[in-house]
């Protein structure tokens, strides 16, 4: 193509570079790059747009009422990270004074965040200027927790000590004890085999805080939803590592105020793909 140009002149070549400007730069979509890893060492991996049915099937055990099935589409791809935020790429960002007395090394994820910390956190990721940063959609959360599957966890229709950090059984205990975590917190990220998409803990260890306001699933079909504009709760996914298997579901929904602090919920975020 560029010998071609040359062949023409150089003043269309150079009128032609001058009116494409930005659209020259390699596009990571149309690269190849389905992973990224930003300055501050979070990892981000291509979410690709698609189709899924949303929400539990009337007979997968402890769903809910409020997990009607309905198809999403999502129109286009994501980027988002592979593991929850860790303390030490939250302390690198937000510095130590907010967590001084917190425990741990740098890959245990991140807890007791609100979500307008999460807010915060965000907004100091935007000004690196390497992308636009948020949190998931609800949609984009269970699209990504479910790679394809449309079983109740990713992996089948029951829950499991060796693939999820969660807890309420002896099992679990033996579990955690032969892969030398800690009973009363969460694993470090990447302490268990990822998702088909590559992605890390969508089942147990933290809750997630999502992007949306709480609100009832629409009776249609939706394209690219982001729930109510208002609320007083904000949605969580993904169960953690107190209580049971069960709000691990991929399906699953809780909710929490914004402001609230919980030691079992943390986040992952989404880097918007070009």
Known sequence: MIFILKKIGKVFFFGLIFLLGD??????????????INSVGME?????????????PLDEPDRDKNEPQHQVILSRPFYLQVTEVTLGQWQELMG?????????????????????????????????????YRLPTEAEWEYACRAGSTTAYTWGPMIDCNKARYGGSKECEETLKSKGFSPN??????GYQPNAWGLYDMHGNLWEWCQDWLGNYPSHVATDPKGPDSGTNKVRRGGSWFKYGYYCRSANRTYAHPASRLQTTGLRVVREAP
């Open 23 to 36: 659209s020259l730069t390699p596009n990571p979509i149309l690269s190849g790059e389905k992973r990224l």
């Open 44 to 56: 981000f991996i291509l979410i690709p747009a698609g189709t899924f049915i949303m929400g539990s």
């Open 96 to 132: 130590k004074r907010f967590f001084e007395r917190r425990k741990g090394k740098g890959d245990i994820p991140v807890s007791r965040v609100s979500w307008f910390d999460c807010s915060d956190l965000i907004s100091k990721l935007n000004k690196l200027n390497e992308g636009n």
């Open 185 to 190: 917190g969460p694993a470090p990220v990447k």
